[in-house]
C-alpha cells in the first residue's frame, strides 16, 4: 500500500516557474515507477511525465517536454515536477501516481495509487 500526498500548486503568471511534490508512505516507494498526470476542467485526464523506480528513465508528454522535469528521491521518498516557463493552458489539477507494472506508461489505468492533487493555476 502506498499513500501519496501531493504539494506545491499555486497561483502564478505565464512563464513563471513551480516546483510540485509528492510524498510518499510506504516502505516500498522506491519500487514503484511513478507518474505526474493532470485534468484540466471538462476535459480528461492525461499524462504528463513518468520515471521508473530509480530515476533513470523517464518520459514525457509532447505539451511539456523541454519545460517539465520529473525526478525522484527514493531516501526521502519523494517524487518531484519542476516546471519552467509555464502556459495558461498548463491550468490544471496534477496528480502524482504509482505503478507496479513492469513497463513504464502513459496510461492512467496502469496505476494503482493515486494522491488528492494539487491545483495549478496560470494566468496570462
Known amino acids: 500500500q502506498v499513500q501519496l500526498v501531493e504539494s506545491g500548486g499555486g497561483l502564478v503568471q505565464a512563464g513563471d516557474s513551480l516546483r510540485l511534490s509528492c510524498a510518499a508512505s510506504?516502505?516500498?516507494?522506491?519500487?514503484?515507477?511513478m507518474g505526474w498526470f493532470r485534468q484540466a476542467p471538462g476535459k480528461e485526464r492525461e499524462f504528463v511525465a513518468f520515471?521508473?523506480?530509480?530515476?533513470?528513465?523517464?518520459s514525457y508528454a509532447d505539451s511539456v517536454k523541454g519545460r517539465f522535469t520529473i525526478s525522484r528521491d527514493n531516501a526521502k521518498n519523494t517524487v518531484y515536477l519542476l516546471m519552467n516557463n509555464l502556459k495558461p493552458e498548463d491550468t490544471a489539477i496534477y496528480y502524482c501516481?504509482?505503478?507496479?507494472?513492469?513497463?513504464?506508461?502513459?496510461?492512467?489505468?496502469?496505476?494503482?495509487?493515486w494522491g488528492q492533487g494539487t491545483q495549478v493555476t496560470v494566468s496570462s
Open positions: 510506504g516502505r516500498t516507494f522506491s519500487s514503484y515507477n
Open positions: 501516481a504509482a505503478s507496479s507494472f513492469g513497463i513504464l506508461s502513459t496510461l492512467s489505468r496502469r496505476y494503482e495509487y
Open positions: 520515471l521508473n523506480w530509480s530515476g533513470g528513465a523517464t
